[in-house]
């Protein structure tokens, strides 16, 4: 058998077994996302480093929108469909973050320059990404607009950040036109709003309306706190924060889950930590826990729940940093990989499963910081299993809660489970999740193995073929000597 056709049955029986990715990426319960501070990211464009300190973590560091776009292959590869990225408007001096507002219709030329933002929003569409920015109501007290008498009311002062208050018509007005601006003029796919249940609630209906109206399908995100009046709010996508704050504290250290009433089943987006938290991996420092083991449990909880996950950058190396500018840090490309294969084997479970972004969700069990969860959408289901406990854990699942004749086929650990006595029986290594497809039980696999007897017998065939003929040689070459 030649070495072509023994390449080629491998090549077969490898892609046979790749997992099939989703083809619909519309809805937002499809979209993974990828929060990122322009400034703390990349530089890609030396030519806009204006007073750039590195020892000053309120210094402007280099990181623009060219450096962002250079780095879209990066982030596609993780399995990110859409990038949230922090303001680019006109900033003070201390504004690195985008927060310190001077003008929201001039782009900031730190972060880079208005064509540059075109075109890295066509570069991410090419790679059929979204591009979200956050859209903030804090500003400068370099603002104009604070010498306007006429405009007393539409400012609120706490401490030293000064925000517009969106209770008052003129501010409305305001932020219906910028945000209208921009989109025009840059292609914009959506808007990430924080203290969202500051925002009227007719207000934010009306910007979801307006800002469809001048272009399908963009999303209106909203950050905030959970409540009755949430329900009001026309958004595409809630980010409970206080959940999230407190998920991430449960997920950073071991023996304990956050229980099913606080995270599933509902239409919202969650994160592990934001511009406007600690890091997570400062979190699991101080519970004393490792901080790759961890990130990954809590990366693989966030993906493999019915919310949209969102990833603070740096997540995916570990990044380290306390609250307030600590956790700006500007990002290490050059980092441990670990973290970023698994968050892309992560995404890829989620895109293949159906059941887990769209499907309802029933929690099994959770005990000793194991949890089972079922998922069903439209005949598929899955079986989300963590073990979020140091120590090696075993838990029985009843036949009936799944069917019979099934079995339970591992996408992120691997590994087949079949029913036994009524019982699945499913032991996970400590601080180890893994997810099942649920399938028929198609008994053992006889092409399969098939398969690997002939491909296996057929290289051990040419490989004795081959020493056969070498030895000839070596015969050939003695007599002529």
């Known amino acids: 058998m030649g070495r072509k056709l023994i390449s080629l049955l491998l090549g077969m029986l490898f892609v046979s077994f790749i997992p099939v990715q989703a083809d ?28 750039v300190d590195y020892n000053n973590p309120l210094s402007f560091y280099g990181g623009d929108i060219k450096g962002l776009q250079n780095r879209i292959p990066y982030i596609k590869d993780m399995g990110f469909t859409t990038i949230i990225i922090t303001p680019v408007f006109k900033n003070d001096e201390r504004g690195y973050h985008g927060y310190n507002v001077t003008d929201h219709y001039q782009m900031d030329e730190r972060f880079g320059t208005l064509p540059q933002m075109k075109q890295f929003i066509e570069q991410a569409h090419k790679e059929k990404m979204k591009v979200v920015m956050e859209l903030p109501l804090t500003i400068s007290e370099k603002h104009p607009m604070l010498k306007d008498s006429s405009k007393n009311d539409w400012f609120t002062k706490q401490g030293e950040t000064i925000s517009l208050k969106s209770d008052q018509p003129g501010v409305q007005a305001y932020i219906e036109d910028v945000g209208e601006w921009w989109i025009k003029q840059t292609n914009l796919d959506g808007y990430y709003l924080t203290d969202i249940n500051d925002f009227p609630a007719a207000f934010v209906n009306r910007l979801s309306e307006q800002f469809k109206h001048e272009k399908k399908g963009f999303y209106l995100i909203g950050e905030g706190k959970n409540g009755e009046d949430i ?120 895109a293949e499963l159906m059941s887990v972004r769209q499907g309802e969700v029933t929690q099994l069990s959770n005990d000793k910081g194991m949890g089972v969860y079922l998922y069903k959408d439209e005949g598929e289901q899955a079986l989300f299993v963590i073990n979020n406990n140091s120590r090696a854990q075993v838990v029985q699942i009843e036949e009936k809660e799944i069917g019979e004749d099934q079995e339970l086929r591992g996408l992120v650990e691997g590994g087949i489970i079949r029913a036994l006595n009524g019982q699945y029986s499913i032991q996970l290594d400590s601080d180890s999740s893994n997810i099942y497809r649920i399938a028929k ?30 030895k000839k040689r070596k015969l050939t070459n003695a007599e002529k000597q």
Do not use: C
């Open 441 to 470: 039980d198609k008994g053992v696999n006889i092409w399969y193995i098939s398969m690997m007897v002939f491909v296996y017998g057929g290289f051990l065939i040419f490989l004795i073929a081959a020493s056969k003929k070498r």
């Open 231 to 350: 329900k009001s709010r026309s958004l595409d996508l809630f980010v409970n924060q206080e959940q999230s704050i407190e998920q991430a504290k449960e997920l950073s250290r071991s023996g304990s889950l956050p229980q099913l009433s606080n995270h599933f089943n509902q239409v919202g987006g969650a994160f592990l930590d934001s511009p406007r938290t600690e890091r997570f991996t400062r979190t699991i420092l101080q519970a004393s826990e490792h901080p790759v083991v961890r990130t990954k449990q809590a990366l693989t909880y966030l993906y493999l729940s019915s919310s949209v996950p969102i990833v603070y950058y740096g997540t995916e190396i570990a990044l380290d940093g306390g609250k307030g500018t600590d956790a700006h840090r500007l990002m290490n490309f050059q980092s441990n990989p670990e973290i970023i294969e698994y968050i892309t084997k992560l995404a890829g479970v989620r």
């Open 24 to 51: 619909a990426r519309e809805p937002i319960k499809d979209e993974i996302m990828y929060h990122v501070m322009v400034n703390r990211f990349q530089n890609g464009d030396e030519r806009n480093d204006l007073n």
